[in-house]
């Protein structure tokens, strides 16, 4: 079992920046791929940003260029730097990663609980 707890959300005003992290824990055997979703209220939850074992990384077209990720593979932890964030960044941010652990030999997605970010106008 793997467990992802996210942090560093909270409320900032447009132009803003902030700094999610998402920490896996488990008995993890080896990561695939880490990224971020978001899920606005009345929308469906969305890809913003990945980051594979080796590094390759993808953005949602909208957050090109504002948002970077990040990744600490030693500690199974990813990081998504926001800046000049905008009212529509507001959503619930949950972190995501496909893991193999120990005990099951295949990849497995995990997600987080959420973290809300709200950006004031």
């Known amino acids: 079992q793997v467990q992802l707890v996210e942090s560093g959300g909270g409320l900032v005003q447009a132009g803003g920046s902030l700094r999610l992290s998402c920490a896996a824990s488990?008995?993890?055997?080896?990561?695939?791929?880490m990224g971020w979703y978001r899920q606005a209220p009345g929308k469906q939850r969305e890809l913003v940003a990945a980051v594979t074992r080796g590094g390759s990384r993808n953005y949602a077209d909208s957050v090109k260029g504002r948002f970077t990720i990040s990744s600490d593979n030693a500690k199974n932890t990813v990081y998504l730097q926001m800046d000049s964030l905008k009212p529509e960044d507001t959503a619930v941010y949950f972190c995501?990663?496909?893991?193999?652990?120990?005990?099951?030999?295949?990849?497995?997605?995990?997600w987080g609980r959420g973290t809300q970010v709200t950006v004031s106008s």
């Open positions: 995501n990663g496909q893991f193999m652990t120990s005990a099951m030999l295949n990849y497995v997605e995990y």
């Open positions: 488990g008995s993890i055997f080896r990561v695939n791929t």
